[in-house]
């Protein structure tokens, strides 16, 4: 059973500072979502990565696609408070039968 | 525009006791999700549908059941209720999976507790 691993658990940083957090699994994926989840809501999409290699940004986020595609980073540039909250990502675990499972997810704090 | 709706927002049962989780979507996805998550966690798979008549077992199917007789309800059902089913449940749709596709729409979540 393949797992998806990710890391840090836990983050809580200054504003202003930079962090990375993980996502990493011993199987290839196919493609790889990140979600961003506040508290009291839904999870949110951020990005979807599918080319290994793949290197995509998202204003302070930048988001990359190891090139055997087994892992994937999350890089934030001068944190702020808003960045707080619930980082997860998400990928097809069953192939044509969509079976779309998440990792443990990093909880980023980002104190002012 | 709707998108994902789920009833109730909030419930309190008492162990033993049955209940639906209603979930309804208009985007005409043909797959639905069911997840729970517990305080800080991640999400865990409990059910899933790729289209009306076919669901599948999750991570955690263990006390649940589900029905997809539309293409847009996909409810969930918890027979004899236990503590252990304390928790947040959302409901998710997507379309087919793609470069710039499939992303995950949810609802806003049910809190259930169970006494």
């Known amino acids: 059973t393949q797992l998806l691993e990710q890391s840090p658990q836990f983050l809580s940083i200054q504003e202003g500072e930079n962090l990375t957090v993980y996502c990493n699994s011993s199987s290839v994926f196919s493609s790889l979502q990140w979600y961003r989840q506040e508290p009291g809501e839904g999870p949110v999409l951020l990005v979807t990565?599918?080319?290994?290699?793949e290197v995509k940004k998202l204003k302070r986020l930048t988001f990359q696609f190891g090139d055997a595609r087994k892992d994937s980073s999350l890089h934030i540039t001068a944190a702020q408070p808003g960045d707080t909250g619930l980082y997860l990502c998400?990928?097809?675990?069953?192939?044509?039968?969509?079976?779309?499972?998440f990792g443990k997810g990093t909880l980023l704090t980002v104190n002012p | 525009n709707a998108g994902v709706t789920q009833t109730p927002k909030f419930r309190i049962l008492k162990i033993g006791q049955s209940m639906t989780l209603q979930c309804t979507q208009d985007?005409?996805?043909?797959?639905m999700y069911w997840y729970r998550q517990d305080p800080g966690m991640g999400l865990k798979l409990i059910y899933y549908?790729?289209?009306?008549?076919?669901?599948d077992k999750g991570e955690v199917p263990n006390g649940y059941n589900v029905s997809r007789s539309t293409t847009e309800d996909f409810p969930l059902r918890l027979e004899l209720a236990a503590p252990s089913q304390t928790s947040v449940y959302f409901c998710a749709s997507s379309a087919p999976r793609g470069p710039n596709t499939g992303e995950l729409f949810f609802g806003e979540g049910s809190r259930l507790t169970v006494l």
């Open positions: 998400e990928w097809n675990s069953g192939g044509s039968n969509y079976k779309l499972t």
């Open positions: 990565v599918v080319t290994g290699g």
């Open positions: 549908s790729v289209g009306a008549g076919i669901t």
């Open positions: 985007m005409n996805h043909n797959y």
